[in-house]
Nanobody
Framework: QVQLSESGGGAVQAGGSLRLSCAAS????????MGWFRHAPGKERQFVAA????????AYEDSVKGRFTISRDNAKNTMYLQMNSLKPEDTAVYYC????????????????????WGQGTQVTVSS
């Protein structure tokens, strides 16, 4: 059974940092694009970042560019999101996800092509 498990969320003050991890089990995702999404109360789910299967390509939502860094370790079947200079507007539940098809595009930001999702981890940034 495929399972994605996020960890690393928490509460920090503005300007602080957190590192999220997404550990995959039940299947190897080394040929699949993986991504992070977030969902804040009263807002729609939002794309945050994506990374290609071979780490050659990444994509970021405009508001996190220069502050967040996505990475992955295929040997560990794990993806990461380093979040620096956090802002209160980054407060949300963060989800990791894996695309349906191999070698998918990092430009897919709607989430519709992502088949597997984690349970989410809460990130709260106070001002």
């Amino acid at each position: 059974q495929v399972q994605l498990s996020e960890s690393g969320g928490g509460a920090v003050q503005a300007g602080g940092s957190l590192r999220l991890s997404c550990a995959a089990s039940g299947r190897t995702f080394s040929r699949y694009t993986m991504g992070w999404f977030r969902h804040a109360p009263g807002k729609e789910r939002q794309f945050v970042a994506a990374i290609s299967w071979n780490v050659d390509n990444t994509a970021y939502e405009d508001s996190v560019k220069g502050r967040f860094t996505i990475s992955r370790d295929n040997a560990k079947n794990t993806m990461y999101l380093q979040m620096n200079s956090l802002k209160p507007e980054d407060t949300a539940v963060y989800y990791c996800a894996v695309q349906r098809r191999i070698y998918g595009s990092v430009g897919e930001t709607t989430g519709q092509n992502y088949d597997y999702w984690g349970q989410g981890t809460q990130v709260t940034v106070s001002s």
